[in-house]
């Protein structure tokens, strides 16, 4: 997983990995959410990688939009 940069400084996001058709959210260093296109949407997903990509408002998009549209957690 790669460290999630938060650039806003204030998010539980801590970790993500890019999938094909989806994508795995760690939250503080705990809990992975592994969203993907099935659970959540292409666009939604689409969405998630490029602000994870950005640094920062996976989280607030998360809890505003996708809220529990995940396929697993750990």
Known sequence: MQRYRNLEG?????AYEVRDDGIRVEF?????????????G???IDKM???AGAGK??????SRTVKDKFE???
């Open 10 to 14: 204030h998010s539980g996001v801590t």
């Open 28 to 40: 503080n260093h705990d809990t992975v959410y592994l969203y993907t296109y099935a659970s959540a």
């Open 42 to 44: 292409k666009r939604v």
């Open 57 to 62: 408002g996976l989280s607030t998009y998360i």
């Open 72 to 74: 697993k957690r750990s």
């Open 49 to 51: 990688k490029k602000l």
